[in-house]
């Protein structure tokens, strides 16, 4: 993973943004990575039979330059646009396609004044062809512990895949920040129960960094993750169709409900 192309979102309706501060924690850090950039900045046109819908946005060139300015003085190569859509979760695909990016970074908070904002934001993480990082106020820098969640007991070539890639990830992000690494399993009873030795082969963690947990995986996830002060939880979508792909982005749904810190959703 020697390089990483980043779609990050900005509302500049929002007095926070916690994606850019996000983005600018992740330049801050010393790495051997190459990254690269590229900003979405403007918002969703707003549906007027909702009554919290702002009437207007106003922003002087000023904000703007203000917002961008941390960007600057860190002498960061990046590129950005404006857009305004009505179809929010379509024209952020659309721009990482365009872009070329591998990863779409956005905070909790976007597009919070449309009507089934739950929806609009979980079809964008099912929907994406890249990984999506959902930025939460819960987390502050530094990030010291990162959680994967994995689940072995299932064999398909898809999730073995799918296993394979949310530890490379997370091996990947806890020597990025310097954090401490975790991986948790969740299992529903004793038949099911996880092999915390395929997970170590895996990993190369010790024992004490493997948690298995009986119980619903997004109260196995959430669970472990407030007992180790997590400050970044991995997750998978299944990138199979139709039923499976459903109860997939359900629990994963389940699990951002949750939690109130950063999750990145993997396909």
């Known amino acids: 993973m020697d390089r990483r192309k980043y779609l990050v979102i900005v509302d500049p309706s929002h007095e926070e943004h916690l994606a850019l501060e996000r983005m600018l924690e992740i330049v801050r850090q010393e790495r051997k990575w190459d990254l690269e950039f590229h900003l979405l900045i403007g918002f969703e046109s707003p549906d007027k039979t909702e ?12 904000d703007i330059k203000a917002l961008l300015a941390p960007l600057d003085e860190l002498n960061m190569d990046y590129t ?46 099912r929907q994406a062809t890249c990984d999506v990082v959902i930025v939460d106020e819960g987390t502050k820098a530094p990030i010291d512990c990162i959680l994967a969640a ?7 070539a898809v ?22 690494f975790h ?25 004490e960094q493997i948690h298995r947990d009986m ?16 400050d970044m939880v991995i997750l998978g979508i299944s990138s199979r169709k139709g039923l499976a792909a459903t109860f997939s982005s359900h629990t994963t ?15």
């Not at 999730?159 to 401490?180: D, Q």
């Open 253 to 267: 749904e389940k699990v951002m409900e949750k939690i109130n810190i950063d999750v990145v959703a993997l396909s």
């Open 183 to 207: 991986v948790v399993n969740a299992y529903k009873d004793s038949e099911d129960f996880p092999d915390r030795a395929l997970i170590g082969r895996m990993s190369g963690l010790p024992r």
């Open 150 to 156: 994995v689940n072995t007991q299932a064999k398909d």
């Open 159 to 180: 999730h073995v895949a799918l296993n394979e890639k949310i530890i490379e990830r997370g091996l990947f992000l806890s020597e990025y920040f310097g954090a401490e």
């Open 51 to 62: 009554p919290n819908a702002p009437t207007e946005i106003i922003r002087s060139f000023n």
């Open 80 to 125: 950005a646009e404006f857009f305004w859509t009505r179809d929010w979760r379509k024209s952020i695909t659309d721009a990482a396609e365009r872009y070329a990016c591998d990863t779409i970074m956005l905070c909790e908070t976007s597009a919070e004044h449309k009507t089934g904002i739950t929806d609009s934001k979980w079809d964008l993480v």
């Open 215 to 230: 119980g619903k995986p997004e109260d196995v996830i959430a669970g472990i993750s407030e007992k180790i002060n997590a």
